[in-house]
C-alpha cells in the first residue's frame, strides 16, 4: 500500500531556504532566524488568492506528520485579511506578544501576551492586531479527538544521569 503524504503548505521561501535545518534519525532542527525578521517569511494562500507575509508554516521546514504548526507575525495594527474554518482540524493559537482582538463566529474577545485560545473546526475565526508593535503567534493544528494519550502516560522516562560532555 503506497502512503501519500498531504499537500505542504505554500510557504515562501522554500525549505532549503531556512537559515539552518538538522535532520537527525530522530529530530528535525530548523532555525528560522530573528522573530522580528519573520516577515522575510510568507504564504501565497492557494485558497485565499493572498499573499500573507509573517506567516511560516513548519510541516514541510520539519517533516511533521502529527500536526502543523505555523509561526505567524502580524505588523501592527493589521488583520488576518479573511475568516476560515476547518475540515477536521482543531487549532491552537498562543499568542506571545502584542495586543489585540480575536473572532470567534461573530463574537469578538480582546487578546494579548499570554493568551491561548482552541477552535473547533467549525469555529469561523480570524484576529487582528490593534496595537503599536507587531504581534507574534503560533498556531497549532492536529485532528480533533485524536489525542490518545497525554504526557503523564505518553512520556517515558529515561535512566540515566544527564550530562552535556
Ligand atoms: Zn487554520
Do not use: C
Not at 525549505?15 to 516577515?39: W, Y
Not at 461573530?106 to 469561523?124: C, K, L, M, N, Y
Not at 475565526?125 to 504581534?135: K, L, S, V
Request: net charge negative.
Amino acid at each position: 500500500m503506497t502512503e501519500t503524504a498531504p499537500p505542504r503548505s505554500p510557504n515562501f521561501p522554500q525549505r532549503s531556504e531556512v537559515h539552518e535545518r538538522i535532520v537527525g534519525p530522530n529530530f528535525t532542527l530548523a532555525k528560522l532566524g530573528k522573530i522580528e525578521e519573520l516577515t522575510r517569511y510568507g504564504i501565497r494562500h492557494p485558497l485565499v488568492g493572498a499573499t500573507i507575509p509573517g506567516k511560516v508554516f513548519l510541516n514541510e521546514v520539519l517533516d511533521l506528520t502529527a500536526m502543523e504548526i505555523s509561526f505567524g507575525l502580524l505588523a501592527p495594527h493589521r488583520s488576518i485579511p479573511f475568516y476560515h474554518k476547518h475540515k477536521q482540524n482543531e487549532e491552537v493559537y498562543l499568542f506571545l506578544s502584542g495586543v489585540g482582538e480575536y473572532q470567534i463566529d461573530g463574537e469578538i474577545i480582546p487578546i494579548s501576551e499570554g493568551t491561548a485560545v482552541r477552535v473547533a473546526p467549525d469555529g469561523v475565526r480570524t484576529a487582528r492586531n490593534t496595537g503599536d508593535e507587531p504581534m507574534f503567534y503560533i498556531v497549532i493544528q492536529a485532528k480533533q479527538g485524536s489525542l490518545e494519550q497525554w504526557t503523564g502516560t505518553d512520556g517515558v522516562p529515561v535512566p540515566g544521569a544527564v550530562t552535556w560532555e
